[in-house]
């Protein structure tokens, strides 16, 4: 059955924005998922009320939404579709990944799934996508490691970039100029709480030093 894009689109947020809530709560503040489509609270509420209706989620007034199985699994093509379409515009269109987000956007929702297949095949069925996010099985399974931060992870330790959660165009560029892509090696050296900074060693045996908002938005793997 085919949903629109605006269907689409909520199912997405919606599961992008549970998955961001600290443990223990399931449910996403309907505030939050308005700010994130950019639509008016009452926009939100209404479409979301319809979505509880189709059974693709579960909505508690005055609490919030979260997706039932069927909206998963709805939610997780969309992704899929996403990431896979993000990747092959860099590897293959050569453009920058501080820039495919938007072109993805669109065509999330327009991608055969034969074509989806073939850039899948094309591109040797990655599990990730240029920025580190999990790209879905075709079954809609979405397999999410457990990564640390550069605020939680161990001081003195090297690790590995996993994954970057801001894909502001602007917060890229800033995190390729100074060697923070997925796959860079990168150590704690020290945190410093009250300037909020954290000093990092990276490529070439380089050491930058970076805020702490900027370093919670990079999840590493602990080698």
Not at 5 to 16: A, C, D, G, P, Q
Not at 145 to 150: D, Q, S
Request: with cysteine.
């Amino acid at each position: 059955m085919a949903h629109s894009s605006t269907v689409e689109n909520y199912l997405k947020e919606v599961y992008l924005g549970v998955s961001r809530l600290p443990p223990g709560e399931p449910l996403l503040p309907m505030g939050q998922l308005a700010v994130a489509l950019r639509v008016a609270p009452g926009t939100a509420t209404t479409m979301v009320k319809a979505l509880a209706e189709s059974g693709l989620v579960e909505y508690e007034p005055y609490n919030g939404v979260r997706l039932t199985a069927a909206g998963t699994k709805l939610a997780a093509t969309v992704l899929r579709r996403h990431r896979l379409v993000e990747l092959f515009l860099v590897q293959v269109m050569g453009m920058r990944w501080d820039e495919v987000h938007d072109d993805a956007e669109h065509l999330e929702h327009v991608v055969s799934d034969r074509l989806l297949d073939r850039i899948d095949e094309m591109l040797g069925h990655p599990g990730t996508d240029p920025h580190g996010d999990p790209i879905p099985g075709k079954e809609g399974t979405i397999l999410e490691r457990h990564l640390e931060t550069l605020l939680t992870c161990p001081v003195a330790t090297p690790v590995v970039v996993a994954r970057v959660t801001d894909q502001d165009p602007a917060f890229l560029r800033f995190v390729e100029r100074n060697g923070l892509k997925p796959g860079e090696l990168v150590e704690v050296e020290a945190r410093d709480e009250d300037a909020d900074a954290v000093r990092l060693r990276g490529r070439g045996d380089t050491s930058i030093t970076i805020g702490a908002r900027a370093a919670s938005k990079l999840l590493v793997d602990i080698r």
